[in-house]
């Protein structure tokens, strides 16, 4: 915890932009990875919003990045574990693994911007 709170004090608003711009990079990777691949019914309605949202934030941090003539980071490569779309239960795991990264990164940046 000590290493992440004198990583986090470096930081900038402008790390933290980026940060979360790779964030919605991963979260829309996945969820449109979900979307297309095996899901189904309530499953595939669920996933639906998270993708959207995801999607959405990407230009308006973009935007932000780019009015302060930040350079907005680049999107990934993202490589998922192979076979991690091959069913519904590879993907909630995978979800598992990233869900809670990506949750609770706002609350733990807010302080800092």
Do not use: C, W
């Amino acid at each position: 915890m000590l290493i992440s709170r004198k990583a986090s004090a470096r930081s900038t608003d402008l790390d933290i932009a980026n940060f979360a711009l790779i964030l919605d990079y991963l979260g829309a990777e996945y969820y449109g990875l979900a979307l297309a691949g095996v899901l189904s019914g309530d499953a595939l309605s669920v996933d639906t919003n998270p993708y959207d949202h995801k999607v959405r934030h990407m230009d308006p941090i973009i935007g932000l990045l780019e009015s302060t003539r930040a350079t907005p980071v680049a999107k990934p490569e993202v490589v998922f574990p192979e076979g991690a779309s091959a069913s519904q239960t590879g993907l909630r795991e995978l979800a598992a693994t990233f869900e809670p990264l990506d949750l609770g990164a706002y609350p733990g940046a807010a302080p800092l911007i």
